[in-house]
């Protein structure tokens, strides 16, 4: 592959990441993710972010350096608009070839910088506003987003040609073709990239979206002609949508969000399931999209993915040893950790010789601001009256969600 150009001067150069690893060694990625990093050349020369070496991706980038051509000895400043390993993790190893290149980082970026690496010689703190000349009409400007998702982060931008460079901010998952712009991809990539999107957010960025909303405050004033991420699709059409995607996903950290349901679901002897269709009959009935997990046989991320955007959550579970059932607990415990707040919810399922799961329910979520219908218990395997009332309880919080959620985009 090569390097695709973005402006005079101006290249994506990246590397896509598809061994099977997972995601910060928590999330999978089934179809990959990539890594970008950009150059800018004036009459110095730019490397903005870099990679860590996982899956080749040092010879992909330098592979892609020479079809500009750039040679890294010949790079003037290294830019690190965010500390964490997979944009940093070759510093070491690009010191070592480029001793001379000056790094360009926040003043936390600077002591990662020695902690991570052990570098402090020929290390520049920048902050909001600074900026270098490169020459040639080519100049970086600096912005501070501190906590998008961590607390050393900045953006840069380039103000003759628009393109922002924000590293993980509006990124996603997903691997990325030769077809590397927005207005390169067809309705089904877009989609693709949408799923991504929203799953990236809820994984990485979902625990930070107070600061996602102050950080798109601050951008706001720039003349945005193209956003270039760290990882997945550069917007040079239409940089708008994905700004209003993060911002339509930063919001439903406040409560309301789409008008969907999320069902998590789990059985130890099948009595739960057995009224599972009654469940799905219910929000039938009250007309709502839905997204259906199983636990533990779904994973984490999926489940953030859809509870993030979702305005109803149902949960259906069994009593286990006078508490939750476990792999329930686990899911609660990190929809916490995201602050997946302001919920409606429900909850059913099944007990044996002793209820107790609305004991831990209730401490595991006190902070979550959750509001909860009357939940349905039973002992043993349900009775027709259990059936219909989990059913009735469904379409009940079906009606809430609708009546809740936000309206839809566009509307």
Partial sequence: MKAARIADGIYRIGANITNGDLFEGLWPIPDGVSLNSYIVRGEKTALIDLVRDWDEAPMKIRDQLASIPVDLKSVDYLVLNHLEPDHTGWLGMFRDICPGAEILTTAKGAAMVKSFHGIEDRVRVVGSGDSVDLGGGRRLVFEEIPNVHWPETMVTFEPGSGVLFSCDAFGSFGSVGPEVFDDELGPERHLFFERETLRYYANIVASFSVFVERAIAKLAGLDIRVIAPSHGI???????????????????????????????????????????????????????????????????????????????????????????????????????????????VFRFGSYGWSGGAAKELAEITAKYSWDFLEPVEFAGAPSPADYQLVKARARELAEIVKKTALPKQGA
Avoid at 253 to 263: D, H, I, K, S
Avoid at 287 to 308: F, N
Avoid at 313 to 333: K, N, S
């Fill in 234 to 344: 550069l917007w040079r059409k239409n940089p708008g949508l994905i700004i209003d995607r993060y911002r339509r996903y930063a919001s439903y950290a406040r409560g309301p969000a789409e008008a969907e349901v999320t069902f998590v679901w789990g059985s130890m002897y099948g009595n739960t399931e057995r009224v599972v269709d009654a469940v799905m009959a219910g929000l039938t009935e009250g007309d709502v999209p839905v997204t259906v997990h199983r636990v533990p046989r779904d994973h984490m991320s999926q489940i953030l993915a859809s509870a993030w955007k979702s305005t109803g959550i149902i949960l259906g579970m069994p009593t286990y040893e006078y508490r939750m059932f476990p792999p329930m607990a686990h899911v609660l415990d990190d929809l916490g950790r995201k602050k997946v707040v302001g919920k409606k």
